[in-house]
């Protein structure tokens, strides 16, 4: 009596999982996109239907864009803060430029860091990331101040905790995405 043999065909050509990973190129409009992207869709969650009685939403599209420059420092440009900022203030309801303004200038203030600063760790990030938080939420209720009276800065104490609590957890989403951005 005969037994069976059953040949196992092997593939002429390896299937994808079997190619090389080396000198492949990455999507452009990926690299570019997902940063640009994810700082948007960040400043479009102010836009859901929250209701407290005081200003608690953090501002993510700062957050999320601080992240960005502190993680990956010669990823956004210094003139990138204009158009996010002026995009947050679309969704935001703030007066139109603010945002725009005082983003430039955590970009400025970021670049003059990262020209002197010679090695940083997670935790001075996180102290910049909380200065500048701070600084552009009461420069924004400065600047709201200017249209109509605006209320006590010690209304926003709330808010500049949540964001500097949270800043952690929005790097730990910029890294996930970089790493996808950069997966190929």
């Known amino acids: 009596m005969k037994i069976p043999v059953t040949a196992i065909?092997?593939?002429?050509?390896?299937?994808?999982?079997?190619?090389?990973?080396?000198?492949?190129?990455?999507s452009l409009l990926k690299m570019l996109a997902i940063p640009i992207a994810s700082v948007i869709l960040a400043s479009?969650?102010?836009?859901?239907?929250?209701?407290?009685?005081?200003?608690l939403l953090p501002p993510f599209g700062l957050l999320m864009m601080l992240g960005w420059r502190?993680?990956?420092?010669?990823?956004l440009p210094v003139w990138s803060g204009i158009p996010f900022g002026l995009m947050d203030d679309l969704f935001s309801g703030q007066p139109f430029g603010s945002a725009g303004l005082l983003w430039s200038l955590a970009m400025l203030a970021l670049e003059i860091i990262d020209s002197r600063a010679i090695w940083?760790?997670?935790?001075?990030?996180?102290?910049?990331?909380?200065?500048?938080i701070t600084a552009v939420l009461l420069g924004g209720l400065w600047i709201a101040g200017l249209a109509h009276a605006a209320p006590e800065p010690s209304l926003l104490i709330?808010?500049?905790?949540?964001?500097?609590?949270?800043?952690?957890?929005?790097v730990r989403i910029c890294a996930r995405l970089d790493s996808w951005r950069l997966a190929t």
Not at 16 to 25: A, G, H, K, T, V
């Open 9 to 26: 065909r092997l593939p002429t050509r390896p299937g994808r999982e079997y190619e090389s990973r080396f000198d492949r190129e990455q």
């Open 44 to 55: 479009m969650v102010t836009t859901l239907p929250i209701f407290t009685a005081e200003p």
């Open 70 to 75: 502190l993680m990956r420092p010669g990823l």
């Open 120 to 132: 940083r760790d997670f935790f001075q990030d996180w102290l910049i990331a909380s200065l500048l």
């Open 158 to 170: 709330p808010q500049i905790i949540l964001s500097i609590l949270l800043y952690p957890l929005v």
